[in-house]
């Protein structure tokens, strides 16, 4: 592993732990290395969150793209496609425990998430279409309705985090199972039928 790339995990590491007032001289401490060697990399900590914002966009682009590479869409597809939204936001949690923060401190971020819902809605509606197609989903929807969905999906997935921090404080395989099953929940009333009786919410 690179200098670089071990300066982001040791960031990911701190900043999941101690939250985003960590700073560069936190972050070379806890590697060992002169403040001067982080900077030469990272002028300053925002930039390394910019980085790991990055590489969280990328992640999580290529499940996307993985889905909506799929001809025949089923349940247990869905089901591993939230599993493995999880996985990555609890990698980068940090962010999304101070998503509002972060968003106000670097407004790179906030721009670059209105533009990334844009392109979420194309790619999901995609994918709801399959649904559809698949009988999956209802046949009845309005486009409307998907578009709130998409919105939904957003609400749920990017504070979902958060809101568990407030109550339920569930860790690890308890916490994705809650999420899954939030999911499930949130996708319940489009299925038709005979999929939604397969659902034990």
Same mark, same amino acid.
């Given at each position: 592993? @690179?200098?670089?790339?071990?300066?982001?995990?040791?960031?990911?590491?701190?900043? #999941?732990?101690?939250? &985003?007032?960590?700073?560069?001289?936190?972050?070379?401490?806890?590697?060992?290395?002169?403040?001067?060697?982080?900077?030469?990399?990272?002028?300053?900590?925002? @930039?390394?969150?910019?980085?790991?914002?990055?590489?969280?966009?990328?992640?999580?682009?290529?499940?996307?793209? #993985?889905? @909506?590479?799929?001809?025949?869409? =089923?349940?247990?597809?869905?089901?591993?496609?939230?599993?493995?939204?999880?996985?990555?936001?609890?990698?980068?949690?940090?962010?999304?425990?101070?998503?509002?923060?972060?968003?106000?401190?670097?407004?790179?971020?906030?721009?670059?998430?209105?533009?990334?819902?844009?392109?979420?809605?194309?790619?999901?509606?995609?994918?709801?279409?399959?649904?559809?197609? =698949? =009988?999956?989903?209802?046949? @009845?929807?309005?486009?409307?309705?998907?578009?709130?969905?998409?919105?939904?999906?957003? &609400?749920?997935?990017?504070?979902?985090?958060?809101?568990?921090?407030?109550?339920?404080?569930?860790? =690890?395989?308890?916490?994705?199972?809650?999420?899954?099953?939030?999911?499930?929940?949130?996708?319940?009333?489009?299925?038709?039928?005979?999929?939604?009786?397969?659902?034990?919410?």
């Amino acid at each position: 592993m @690179d200098t670089k790339s071990r300066i982001l995990a040791a960031a990911l590491e701190l900043y #999941n732990e101690k939250g &985003i007032d960590a700073t560069t001289r936190h972050i070379a401490a806890a590697m060992d290395i002169s403040p001067g060697n982080l900077h030469y990399h990272f002028k300053q900590t925002d @930039d390394v969150i910019m980085a790991l914002w990055d590489r969280l966009v990328a992640e999580f682009s290529v499940l996307v793209i #993985n889905l @909506d590479k799929v001809k025949h869409i =089923g349940l247990d597809t869905l089901r591993s496609f939230y599993r493995q939204s999880f996985d990555i936001e609890y990698k980068y949690r940090f962010i999304f425990l101070h998503f509002v923060a972060i968003g106000a401190r670097l407004p790179k971020i906030r721009e670059q998430y209105a533009g990334m819902m844009q392109r979420r809605e194309k790619e999901f509606k995609g994918i709801f279409k399959k649904l559809v197609q =698949g =009988g999956i989903f209802q046949k @009845d929807v309005p486009p409307k309705v998907w578009k709130a969905l998409v919105r939904q999906i957003f &609400i749920v997935a990017d504070f979902w985090l958060s809101s568990n921090e407030l109550t339920d404080q569930l860790r =690890g395989e308890k916490a994705a199972t809650a999420f899954t099953r939030q999911m499930e929940a949130m996708f319940y009333p489009y299925l038709s039928a005979r999929h939604a009786a397969k659902i034990t919410l």
